[in-house]
């Protein structure tokens, strides 16, 4: 599939749920340098590493003006249920409407495991630049030391 925003375009603009209820999109951080990670489930192990991974550097996120935000399917409740049991900081978004976000980003695809298909989320981050544009991208992304590398990108740019 080409149509998947790629660096340079706009970060589509679509409102996730926060576990709180709230509404968030790209948007709101116009002006702000903000990195999107999405995963593929809460409490999963690769999941819970790569979000206290972003969640132990996000003071120096913040220091450096960058904002955080990862996405999975998972409701708002099991959000919050897998804040709390980890203790995390980085800000999760529900991305559970069909036809969202992640859709619209082309990484909710189909994946096979086990001879098993079924559609599940690829694990991609987006560093997005103040003006909105995606400034660089991580595909299919190895959990090991990822959130210190999206860090020294965020700081570059």
Same mark, same amino acid.
């Not at 991580?138 to 700081?155: D, I, M, P, Q, S």
């Given at each position: @599939?080409? &149509? ?6 706009? $970060? ?9 209820? %709230? ?5 709101? $951080?116009?002006?702000? =340098?903000?990195? #999107?990670? $999405?995963?593929? =489930? *809460? &409490? ?5 590493? /790569?979000? !206290?991974?972003?969640?132990? +550097?996000?003071? /120096? $996120? ?6 955080? +935000? ?6 708002? =409740? ?13 800000? +999760? ?10 859709? %619209? ?5 189909? =994946?096979? &495991?086990?001879?098993?298909?079924? @559609?599940? @989320? #690829? ?7 103040? *003006?909105?544009? !995606? ?7 190895? #959990?090991?030391?990822?959130?210190? /590398?999206? +860090? /020294?990108?965020?700081? %570059?740019?």
């Amino acid at each position: @599939m080409n &149509n998947k925003p790629g660096v340079g375009d706009p $970060f589509p603009d679509i409102a996730l749920e926060t576990p709180d209820g %709230a509404g968030v999109k790209a948007s709101d $951080f116009a002006g702000r =340098k903000l990195v #999107v990670f $999405f995963y593929p =489930k *809460d &409490n999963t192990p690769g999941c819970t590493v /790569e979000n !206290i991974d972003f969640s132990t +550097l996000k003071a /120096e $996120f913040d220091a450096a003006g960058v904002a955080l +935000l990862g996405v999975s399917k998972d409701s708002p =409740k099991k959000h919050l249920n897998f804040i709390a049991k980890h203790g995390l900081a980085a800000p +999760l978004a529900s991305d559970a409407e069909e036809n969202g976000l992640s859709d %619209a980003l082309g990484i909710w695809t189909e =994946k096979q &495991n086990y001879g098993r298909t079924y @559609m599940g @989320m #690829v694990r991609t981050t987006y560093l997005i630049g103040p *003006d909105g544009r !995606i400034a660089r991208v991580w595909n299919k992304v190895k #959990v090991k030391g990822h959130a210190a /590398e999206v +860090l /020294e990108a965020a700081r %570059a740019l």
